[in-house]
């Protein structure tokens, strides 16, 4: 015959299915997190490939341009 478990015991055994359930959530939220973070610090770091990496936009280069003059 089967063993139940006596009623006073299963709301200890469903805190600790939800406590358990609620570690692995953090630890979930946690990794992302520090993944997230990482990816950001690797993205600010990398240089711009616009200028010299110094960031913000390119310093303006005139340029000729030809002109007909019609007198």
Same mark, same amino acid.
């Given at each position: 015959m089967?063993?139940?478990a006596s009623p006073e015991r299963k709301p200890a055994n469903l805190a600790? +299915?939800? +406590?358990? !359930?609620l *570690?692995?959530?953090a630890e979930l939220i +946690?990794?992302?997190g520090v993944l997230a973070?990482?990816?950001l610090a690797l993205w600010l770091t990398t240089d711009? *490939? *616009?200028d !010299?990496?110094?960031?913000g936009l390119m310093q303006p280069v005139l340029v000729p341009v030809r002109v007909r003059r019609h007198h």
């Open positions: 089967p063993v139940r600790r +299915l939800l +406590l358990a !359930n *570690d692995a959530m +946690l990794c992302s973070l990482f990816g711009s *490939d *616009d !010299n990496g110094g960031g």
